[in-house]
């Protein structure tokens, strides 16, 4: 057994949710969380982000996700899910089953909870392991 396999196996989570995550704000599906920073423009949209609010960086924020204890300034000011706007712009049907639908904001969901655990579960063995409390 080898327990700095974690950073290995967290870099290839991390990989895979950058490119995850920067497929969901291509389809304009990573929706701003602080709704003050915000500012309303003619009444026809129902809010532009201010030039302040932080730009989403789909690596920074897989960072952000993965590691415990660290705060990128991603995870709190983005979230997965349909950006409310007029008209609708995101494209979220993944695949349809029958009835059916799979979409991309539930996979974004999904994946943001695995790489969470995954980044307390590997964080958290690679401490034991530095730590001496796990051995080879």
Not at 18 to 38: C, D, I, P, W, Y
């Amino acid at each position: 057994y080898e327990p700095f396999r974690a950073i290995k196996i967290g870099l290839v989570i991390i990989a895979i949710g950058a490119l995850v995550f920067s497929v969901g704000n291509h389809r304009n599906l990573m929706a701003e969380t602080k709704l003050a920073e915000q500012v309303l423009d003619n009444g026809d949209q129902l809010g532009l982000v201010s030039p302040t609010y932080p730009r989403f960086n789909a690596i920074v924020y897989s960072l952000d996700v993965f590691l415990p204890f660290v705060d990128l300034n991603q995870v709190c000011y983005w979230i997965p899910g349909e950006k409310p706007s007029k008209p609708r712009k995101s494209r979220n049907c993944l695949m349809h089953i029958g009835r059916y639908s799979l979409k991309w904001s539930a996979v974004l969901h999904g994946y943001l909870w695995f790489q969470t655990l995954a980044g307390w579960t590997l964080c958290t063995l690679l401490a034991a392991a530095v730590t001496g409390i796990v051995q080879s």
